[in-house]
C-alpha cells in the first residue's frame, strides 16, 4: 500500500476573545495516510487542502466536542437495590435468640421478651403470617439507617417485605436461622419521579415517619 505524507496546520483564529489577538503560533504535524484516502480528508472538520497542508479553523469547538463525549462516556447508569424479605416457615419464627435479620450489618434478633432493647429485637411467634407482621412493624419502628442511609420499608404481602435503598446505595442483608430468605435485586434507572401514595397505604407506626404532601 503506498503512503502519502501530509502536514497537519493547526492555527488559531484572529479573535477579540484571544488574550494576545492576531493569529497566534501555528504548529504542523507530519501524518501519514494511504495515497487514496487524501480525498476523504476534506470530510473533516473545515479543511482546505493547499500543496498538501490542511488549516482546521474550528479547532476549538471540535475539542469542546471531543471533552463533552469523554464526559458523557463517563456516566454510569443509576441503581436502586431492594432487599426482599419473606417469611417462608410455616412454625414462624423461633424465639429462642438463633432466628436474626442483618441487614447493612446491622442485626434485629427474634425473641419473646423484646424489652431489654426493643430496637434490636422483636417478637418471635409460631405463625408465619404473625412472625412476619411483627417483624415489619418493629422495622417500621427501628429502621434500618438514617437520613441519606434509611432504607424505605414497603409491604409487598401476607409474608413478604422490601426493604429498598436510596439511589446508587449498597445494601447488604442475611437470615440467620431457617425462618426465611433475603433476595436481593438490583434496578437500573435512567429519570425518574418520586411518587409518594396516600399515608392510609402505610402502617401506623411508618405513617409517623412520612410527610404528607398536600395535592
Known sequence: MRFTIYDL????PSSSLSPIGGEGRAEEVRLRFPSEERAGLRRFGKLKI???????????????????????????????????????????????GSATLTVNGATRTATNNVSANPALYFLGTNSMLFAKTNLYNHIALYPFGSAGTRLTLINIGTNSFKLRGQLNQTISASIGGAWGTAILSTNTITNFTGVTVPLEYYSTAEATNTAPTSP
Open 9 to 12: 496546520r493547526l492555527t488559531r
Open 50 to 96: 493547499e500543496n498538501c497542508q490542511f488549516s482546521i479553523f474550528n479547532w476549538p469547538l471540535l475539542l469542546c466536542v471531543f471533552c463533552v463525549l469523554l464526559r458523557l462516556n463517563a456516566f454510569a447508569a443509576d441503581q436502586i437495590i431492594e432487599a426482599t424479605i419473606t417469611v417462608t416457615n410455616f412454625s414462624g419464627i423461633a424465639t429462642n
